[in-house]
């Protein structure tokens, strides 16, 4: 392979220059890529979809974990929905005040590829002890457990292939019923310029359900077409309005250090462009 053509989009894609290729296998669930490019470092693409980056995927990992896990305060519990890289446990897992994370993940195959291909990316999360890793579909998992969570991340990959489910109104009422009082959901919900229907659908369903639900956004540079929008969800509005002096002093008491996420990021990215907000009905 010499380069790599994401095919997410009919009309349009991105190319990278595959400079070395690490690894290619026919999972039980997707095909994986992981190969290296001199720019965004070692990249894993699923069904020949970017999924993360070595270069890029902080911005990504810590905005799904930091941002929900600051705002409520005291987070004791916390689901992960997929993320078979290992980032989002990584980041997860250095918050002290967490002492239960549950990786549901339905694909052992990317959990093995990754810790592999892309140690920096779980950092030895897996070994933590306070992670336990459920190989399972996540909608079954979520319709089938008696566990609550106080944050649930969904960081699945497209709604193609296994990630559709994911993205159901029937998804979001298992979480819903899966999430402790004041509980929050997050979930990657693509780039709106690109994928706008999907989140219009997700906000649909987010109404029917949560007594707050918005949409936060980050740029990603490996998922292209400008900013990544993640969906917010819970019944406990004051969450999405706390103030920055209060984020910055969680921030500061949590003692994690970041390259992306500070508290004036985090208070900024529920700032929503006109277009998506028209296209979400919160104009
Ligand atoms: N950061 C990426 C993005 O924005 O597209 C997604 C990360 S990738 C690690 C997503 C993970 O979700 C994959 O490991 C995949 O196997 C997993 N996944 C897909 N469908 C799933 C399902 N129904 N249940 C649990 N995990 C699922």
Not at 39 to 56: C, H, P, S, Y
Not at 229 to 258: C, M, N, Q, V
Request: a negative charge; proline letters at 4%.
């Amino acid at each position: 392979m010499r380069n790599f053509s994401e095919t997410l989009y009919d009309a349009y894609a991105q190319e990278f220059r595959v400079d070395e290729l690490l690894h290619e296998v026919k999972t039980d669930h997707q095909h994986l890529v992981i190969f290296k490019n001199v720019i965004f470092g070692r990249v894993m693409a699923l069904d020949g979809i970017v999924q993360t980056t070595e270069k890029d995927e902080f911005i990504y990992h810590e905005m799904m974990s930091h941002v929900p896990i600051l705002a409520h305060g005291n987070v004791e519990s916390v689901l992960i929905v997929g993320g078979g890289d290992g980032g989002m446990l990584r980041e997860v897992c250095r918050h002290d005040t967490v002492r239960r994370v549950t990786q549901v993940e339905i694909d052992q195959a990317v959990i093995d590829m990754c810790r592999r291909y892309l140690p920096g990316h779980s950092a030895g999360a897996y070994d933590d002890p306070r992670a336990e890793i459920v190989i399972d579909d996540g909608i079954h998992f979520v319709r089938e457990t008696q566990q609550r969570f106080d944050v649930i991340i969904s960081d699945s990959t497209d709604p193609i292939g296994p990630g559709e489910a994911l993205f159901t109104e029937s998804f979001y009422a298992a979480c819903r019923k899966c999430l402790n009082p004041g509980g929050i959901l997050v979930t990657q919900n693509g780039v709106a310029f690109h994928q706008m229907d999907e989140i219009r659908q997700t906000g649909e369903h987010l109404e029917s359900l949560f007594g707050d639900w918005h949409f936060y956004t980050a740029a990603v540079p490996s998922y292209v077409g400008g900013a990544m929008y993640f969906a917010w969800a819970t019944d406990e509005p004051r969450h999405r309005r706390t103030d920055i002096a209060t984020l910055r002093e969680r921030y500061r008491k949590s003692g994690i250090t970041t390259r992306y996420y500070n508290p004036e990021i985090h208070f900024s990215a529920f700032a929503l462009p006109q277009y998506v907000l028209e296209a979400v009905g919160k104009s």
